[in-house]
């Protein structure tokens, strides 16, 4: 008897014998182990659970296809799409409890795609040669991936390598005995912010929301945060979104690294999900510590939050700019939106003799707003600041009409 299985994917024709000391290892812990292989030229020593003529089948291809491929990196894609589409699968059906995949840089890519694949909550390893590169983009990665860096392994076994394999075997058999998939008894409410230095509502919203029956998700606007609201919204998982943090977008269009995807807030739109949001932080521009900047902005003065972030201003046609492609967004909405745009800031360093704090520019920005913003998304002014108590009064107001309009369910999804 096993408690859970993992499922273990690569290409058994090159790496059969790290495949199989990882399979080994999660059956020494007593989990049980489903084999996928994705290799498209040779083949294993031994038939794999999905071999790799069922991962192309999958892909609405087949393994000849893939090798009269013009280049590696098309066959590889078939490989990966069809691995996406059976882990899916085979996790639907009830016969796999998390993912390990192991790859060089032809199999990460794949990796990434099979991660995307499976629902927030179900444990996915990745033990690769580039793990934690700047290789990857943000947007490859799932919201709770986890990897390992295959250290040494590259051709053939050994202590070292044996090192990372082994603990990645035991991470993910731990990972899927432990986990515990979201599974809200009441409805849920996803909302965006950043560290309460700068916003602060949420630490009057969240008890004030709890207290009418609902649960709230505060999510992180740094990237990867804004990720994970973006897929929990794709799937429907909330009942209504306070979207109240929006760096991410800006940094998207300013060509930072600390985004989330191109799809920010367009998901919560296509799933019908209402909307509140406000322009939180929209101000300011974010990129990564190492990052370089580009040349458009290089003369501005930049703030290291930490060795990871440093923040600057967006300038005022930014901020026309940031305004107009907020409405763009909104407007793709199938589902009540409302937009609280507080006229007096929005993030507490844009206070009065706080260093952020330009009249000019949010002026810029509200005039902006107010043409940006059309029917049927309604636009809703309100003389405060972002972090004041007028501002979550106001929130409360507009969640409570939906609430007794039915516009946002009161059960869990």
Same mark, same amino acid.
């Given at each position: 008897m096993t408690d859970k299985t993992i499922l273990v994917v690569g290409t058994y024709d090159t790496k059969e014998d790290e495949l199989t000391y990882i399979a080994d290892r999660i059956r020494d812990q007593g989990g049980g182990v489903l084999t996928m292989d994705v290799s498209v030229l040779g083949d294993p020593a031994d038939a794999r659970d999905i071999s790799k003529h069922v991962v192309a089948e999958t892909a609405g291809s087949s393994i000849l296809e893939a090798i009269g491929s013009p280049d590696e990196n098309h066959a590889m894609q078939i490989m990966a799409r069809g691995a996406s589409l059976k882990t899916a699968e085979l996790?639907?059906?009830?016969?796999?409890?998390?993912?390990?995949?192991?790859?060089?840089?032809? +199999? %990460?890519?794949?990796? &990434?795609?099979?991660?995307?694949?499976?629902?927030?909550?179900?444990?996915?390893?990745?033990?690769? %040669?580039? $793990?934690?590169? $700047?290789?990857?983009?943000?947007?490859? &990665?799932?919201?709770?991936?986890?990897?390992?860096?295959?250290?040494?392994?590259?051709?053939? &076994?050994?202590?070292?390598?044996?090192? $990372?394999?082994?603990?990645?075997?035991?991470?993910?058999?731990?990972?899927?005995?432990?986990?515990?998939?979201?599974?809200? #008894?009441?409805?849920?409410?996803?909302? %965006?912010?950043? +560290?309460?230095?700068?916003? $602060?509502?949420? #630490?009057?919203? #969240?008890?004030?929301?709890?207290?009418?029956?609902?649960?709230?998700?505060?999510?992180?606007?740094?990237?990867? +945060?804004?990720?994970?609201?973006e897929r929990i919204a794709r799937q429907g998982g909330f009942a209504c979104v306070m979207d109240f943090a929006l760096p991410e977008l800006g940094n998207l269009l300013a060509g930072s690294v600390v985004h989330a995807g191109e799809d920010r807030m367009l998901n919560a739109g296509r799933a019908g999900i209402p909307q509140l949001v406000a322009p939180g932080c929209l101000d300011l521009i974010d990129f990564a510590g190492w990052q370089d900047i580009p040349e458009a902005y290089a003369d501005r003065p930049f703030h290291a939050h930490n060795r990871l972030i440093k923040s600057s201003a967006l300038n005022n046609e930014e901020r026309r700019e940031t305004a107009r492609e907020m409405g763009r967004r909104l407007a793709q909405s199938h589902a009540p939106v409302q937009v609280l745009l507080t006229t007096q800031g929005i993030e507490e360093w844009d206070r009065p003799g706080q260093p952020a704090h330009d009249p000019a520019g949010l002026a810029a920005f509200l005039d902006e707003m107010r043409s940006a913003i059309r029917p049927p998304v309604r636009l809703i002014e309100i003389d405060s600041h972002i972090n004041d108590l007028a501002f979550a009064h106001a929130v409360l107001a507009a969640f409570d009409a939906w609430v007794a309009d039915g516009t946002v369910a009161t059960a869990a999804r």
């Amino acid at each position: 008897m096993t408690d859970k299985t993992i499922l273990v994917v690569g290409t058994y024709d090159t790496k059969e014998d790290e495949l199989t000391y990882i399979a080994d290892r999660i059956r020494d812990q007593g989990g049980g182990v489903l084999t996928m292989d994705v290799s498209v030229l040779g083949d294993p020593a031994d038939a794999r659970d999905i071999s790799k003529h069922v991962v192309a089948e999958t892909a609405g291809s087949s393994i000849l296809e893939a090798i009269g491929s013009p280049d590696e990196n098309h066959a590889m894609q078939i490989m990966a799409r069809g691995a996406s589409l059976k882990t899916a699968e085979l996790y639907a059906a009830g016969r796999m409890d998390g993912v390990i995949i192991l790859g060089g840089t032809m +199999g %990460t890519d794949l990796a &990434l795609d099979v991660c995307q694949a499976l629902p927030l909550g179900v444990p996915k390893y990745v033990v690769s %040669t580039v $793990s934690f590169s $700047s290789l990857i983009p943000a947007d490859r &990665l799932s919201p709770d991936i986890q990897m390992i860096l295959w250290a040494g392994g590259l051709y053939g &076994l050994n202590s070292v390598c044996q090192s $990372s394999l082994s603990q990645a075997a035991g991470a993910v058999l731990g990972a899927a005995r432990a986990a515990r998939m979201p599974d809200a #008894k009441r409805p849920v409410v996803g909302m %965006t912010s950043l +560290g309460s230095s700068c916003l $602060s509502y949420m #630490k009057l919203l #969240k008890p004030a929301l709890e207290d009418r029956g609902f649960e709230v998700a505060i999510f992180h606007a740094t990237g990867m +945060g804004g990720m994970a609201y973006e897929r929990i919204a794709r799937q429907g998982g909330f009942a209504c979104v306070m979207d109240f943090a929006l760096p991410e977008l800006g940094n998207l269009l300013a060509g930072s690294v600390v985004h989330a995807g191109e799809d920010r807030m367009l998901n919560a739109g296509r799933a019908g999900i209402p909307q509140l949001v406000a322009p939180g932080c929209l101000d300011l521009i974010d990129f990564a510590g190492w990052q370089d900047i580009p040349e458009a902005y290089a003369d501005r003065p930049f703030h290291a939050h930490n060795r990871l972030i440093k923040s600057s201003a967006l300038n005022n046609e930014e901020r026309r700019e940031t305004a107009r492609e907020m409405g763009r967004r909104l407007a793709q909405s199938h589902a009540p939106v409302q937009v609280l745009l507080t006229t007096q800031g929005i993030e507490e360093w844009d206070r009065p003799g706080q260093p952020a704090h330009d009249p000019a520019g949010l002026a810029a920005f509200l005039d902006e707003m107010r043409s940006a913003i059309r029917p049927p998304v309604r636009l809703i002014e309100i003389d405060s600041h972002i972090n004041d108590l007028a501002f979550a009064h106001a929130v409360l107001a507009a969640f409570d009409a939906w609430v007794a309009d039915g516009t946002v369910a009161t059960a869990a999804r």
